[in-house]
């Protein structure tokens, strides 16, 4: 079984930056599409973007031009770099193979306020 380790989260400032990492253990992960999605306090979670096993990427409109999605498959590893924040971003922050086909991580945090 999978196991997902997100981090880098914190508090930021509106306009502020953050970079998400999430490491994956297991075999195979250079296969995989790869996606990040996040749950805000009272709603449901929401696909963020995903990033094939190339570099064709994915993004909802709200994160196009403000979120970029790679990964590194030497790393088993995935990102998100997370620019321009808002306070509408703040959520818990998941990766997972899209689709949600393995089981959840902790996610990490990500609040924007002033």
């Known amino acids: 079984q999978v196991q997902l380790v997100e981090s880098g989260g914190g508090l930021v400032q509106p306009g502020g930056s953050l970079r998400l990492s999430c490491a994956a253990s297991?075999?195979?992960?250079?296969?995989?599409?790869m996606a990040w999605y996040r749950q805000a306090p009272g709603k449901q979670r929401e696909l963020v973007a995903t990033?094939?096993?190339?570099?064709?990427?994915y993004y909802v409109d709200s994160m196009k031009g403000r979120f970029t999605i790679s990964r590194d498959n030497a790393k088993n590893t995935v990102y998100l770099q997370m620019n321009s924040l808002k306070p509408e971003d703040t959520a818990v922050y998941y990766c997972?193979?899209?689709?949600?086909?393995?089981?959840w991580g902790q996610g990490t945090q990500v609040t924007v306020s002033s």
């Open positions: 297991g075999s195979g992960f250079s296969r995989y599409v």
């Open positions: 990033i094939a096993t190339g570099t064709s990427t």
């Open positions: 997972n193979r899209a689709g949600a086909l393995w089981s």
